[in-house]
């Protein structure tokens, strides 16, 4: 299907054709008369720009059922004024489809980053009738612990041998941080010194069926896994207890609608947290890194940080070619009580790309005392790097109770 059209300027004819600009329209409108009208706007436009002159006649021809006619277009010069604006709208209502729409690209830092609302409390209490997966008829049985949503590793309870029902009585704790949509995941293995552990069964419990500060006792049968349509496999695989609660944090826990920003500060001995309710009970240590400035390898500058903290070890992701990078990673300590008198260790490094002699460098660390985070339940601090020259690293803390 295509168009064409002939202007007549005096004695002479020209003859303009394209056989794909029309489908474009007929597909829209889905109807032959809108296509030679569409032809008839495309012609007064070309007298409009000065291409022609004169009476303009478009014919429009459709390949595909050799049907023909003609559109008669007046001179444009007995149109009104406000022709040519109205032409000009119309063509570009037909030819611009679909309509564009300008997203922007968001930096991925400025993203918000869902917050911690609570902790799942976990007790793996016991299994019963577990399969047998060993020569002798029994099974040496451990349980993996888990949240969707999350990339954290999975909590495991310890191996129970030579059991087919299994004792456990472990309590876990774990982040939560949306209870409507999170849902926990038990996995029972049979533990084996050689080769994979083999899966015994698996479970999954919804968050949104807690009340919170309320345990709930689950007794489930356990699946082969959790595909709910595959009805191939009636092997009954024993089942599985535990009590869970939610217990959310204390929503008076912040004190500042905002983040409180110190560029350089020092820290005193002399501070003391000022609320009661943070000094006692077990809560959560959240650290953001982020990012940094001005900080500079000898050799290579592909920044990332490194968090100590009561000998667990947490990394942020690297940057390449860079001295101010952006990690914006964020990390939850589990503690039965408020760090007071603790300090947490943050050093930043750079590592080559690929392997080579001194492939890691440090770019300088700081220490900063905990009592601060109690005490005001967030703080957000630059601090300058010992050992750099002026390097800074940001860091956001968050101490919320249960």
């Not at 000898?298 to 940057?319: C, D, W």
Request: net charge positive; proline share 4%.
């Amino acid at each position: 299907m295509g168009w064409e059209s002939q202007h007549y300027l005096g004695d002479q004819v020209v003859v303009s054709k394209n056989y794909s600009s029309v489908s474009r329209f007929t597909n829209i409108f889905n109807c032959a008369d809108c296509s030679e009208t569409s032809c008839a706007f495309l012609s007064m436009l070309f007298k409009h720009c000065g291409v022609f002159d004169g009476k303009t006649t478009c014919r429009f021809w459709n390949e595909n059922i050799g049907r023909g006619s003609h559109v008669y277009t007046w001179p444009l010069s007995i149109c009104s004024g406000a022709a040519p604006e109205t032409i000009k709208k119309q063509i570009s209502s037909l030819y611009i489809w679909p309509k564009t729409l300008e997203v922007p690209i968001l930096d991925p830092s400025t993203l918000a980053i869902k917050k911690p609302v609570g902790i799942l409390r976990v007790n793996v209490v016991r299994a019963h009738k577990l399969l047998k997966k060993d020569l002798l008829g029994a099974s040496d049985p451990y349980v993996k612990l888990s949240l969707t949503g999350e990339g954290l590793s999975a909590k495991k309870t310890t191996v129970k041998k030579k059991t087919l029902n299994p004792e456990w009585n472990e309590n876990f704790k774990l982040v939560v941080k949306d209870p409507q949509s999170q849902v926990l995941r038990l996995q029972v293995f049979d533990w084996d010194k050689v080769g994979g552990h083999d899966r015994l069964g698996v479970q999954l419990i919804p968050l949104k069926l807690l009340t919170p500060y309320e345990t709930k006792e689950f007794t489930l049968d356990l699946l082969k896994d959790t595909n709910i349509s595959d009805s191939q496999d009636k092997k009954r695989r024993g089942q599985i207890e535990a009590e869970l609660t939610f217990v959310p944090f204390k929503e008076n826990n912040l004190k500042f609608s905002g983040p409180l920003v110190v560029y350089g500060r020092k820290e005193s001995s002399d501070d003391k947290p000022s609320d009661d309710g943070a000094l006692s009970g077990a809560g959560l240590l959240s650290v953001m890194l982020q990012g940094a400035e001005e900080v500079e390898g000898q050799s290579h500058n592909n920044p990332y940080a490194l968090v100590l903290f009561r000998g667990e070890r947490k990394k942020t992701k690297m940057i390449k070619r860079t001295r101010n990078p952006l990690w914006n990673d964020e990390f939850q300590f589990m503690l039965e009580e408020p760090p007071l008198h603790e300090r947490i260790y943050v050093e930043v490094f750079s590592k080559r790309s690929r392997i080579s002699f001194l492939s890691k460098e440090s770019l300088g660390h700081v220490e900063i005392n905990l009592s601060d985070v109690v005490s005001n339940g967030r703080i957000n601090e630059k601090y300058h790097l010992i050992n750099s020259k002026n390097g800074t690293i940001h860091v956001e803390m968050r101490w919320t109770t249960v």
